[in-house]
């Protein structure tokens, strides 16, 4: 199997203690034949210049291929992802973000469960973590009972097989359907909602190998009002879709909707929206938004 060269891609922008520690997860990988695409989208000297110096630190310690790409003007992460694709040259890609981290065997496990299924495409569990490491929320796919595009296109709008991190694509597939589209918000539930709707072969690993940080204490596009516009553009994306669902999956849908607004106001400490949406959601499905609350309750 190390015969199979992977592809991954980081995307960086304005990060350099944790993208010093991603790529040093890199490092620690069980699996060798790695290259390592590092997209720089500071589009700023300054911060070309700390990039180049933490990744010059890193060859001399690493013998691993890295391929080290600058964006002349800032394309956001989706773009850059695609720039990273293009360059690519492993038979399979995945991704890490610059402030997220590898357990050491994530490639690995993830490879073998590809390999083993005749993938096109998979996803793993996904854990969640805040700003001072606290695990927040453990996403198992335990909904996944039916892998067939139709079944896998419902489980997707529903609950988001997502989590940029814990993709894996054969590099055919992933150019077959056309990469990441350009929006930055939410471009990881859209570039899976492409790939069921390719109906190439999907396989899930009940595993997690990732520590994802969710940022609560900064307004970007995770949070505050870039989460809120993305959350609201992506609700009106579903909508399109809700005449192949039950009533039962679009209240289901609603619920989490206005859920994630209200977590999203909560972080802000803007507590009448929160209970303004916290009740709306509670409406559409009492008992599944009582025990997301629960689930994702801020520890």
Request: with cysteine; glycine share 6%.
């Amino acid at each position: 199997m190390e015969e199979i060269k992977i592809s991954v891609i980081v995307t960086t922008y304005r990060r350099e203690a944790s993208l010093k520690t991603a790529l040093n997860s890199l490092g620690k990988q069980t699996y060798t034949n790695i290259e390592i695409i590092i997209v720089d989208d500071n589009a700023d000297i300054f911060w070309n210049n700390k990039v180049k110096d933490i990744l010059l630190n890193y060859k001399k310690n690493q013998d691993i291929t890295l391929v080290y790409i600058i964006n002349e003007k800032n394309e956001g992460s989706a773009q850059s992802r695609n720039l990273g694709i293009d360059r690519a040259t492993g038979k399979y890609i995945t991704f890490l973000d610059d402030d997220d981290i590898y357990g050491p065997d994530k490639i690995k496990n993830q490879l073998t469960d590809m390999i083993k299924n005749q993938a096109d495409y998979s996803l793993t569990d996904l854990w969640l973590y805040s700003d001072e490491g606290k695990l927040i929320e453990k996403r198992s796919r335990d909904y996944i009972l039916d892998k067939s595009p139709k079944s896998l296109q419902r489980y997707h709008l529903k609950y988001h097989m997502t989590g940029t991190d814990v993709m894996m694509f054969k590099k055919s597939y992933l150019k077959f359907i056309g990469g990441f589209a350009k929006v930055d918000v939410g471009d990881e539930f859209y570039l899976m909602h492409k790939a069921i709707r390719g109906k190439g072969k999907f396989t899930y690993l009940k595993k997690c190998d990732v520590k994802a940080y969710v940022h609560t204490k900064i307004n970007g596009l995770s949070s505050g009002n870039g989460k809120i516009y993305g959350e609201n553009r992506l609700y009106e994306y579903k909508e399109k879709y809700f005449n192949i669902l039950s009533s039962k999956d679009i209240s289901y849908i609603k619920m989490r909707h206005f859920a994630v607004l209200s977590f999203a106001e909560l972080r802000r400490k803007r507590m009448l929206m929160f209970l303004k949406y916290a009740v709306i959601s509670f409406f559409h499905e009492p008992t599944q938004s009582i025990t997301l609350l629960l689930k994702r309750r801020i520890k």
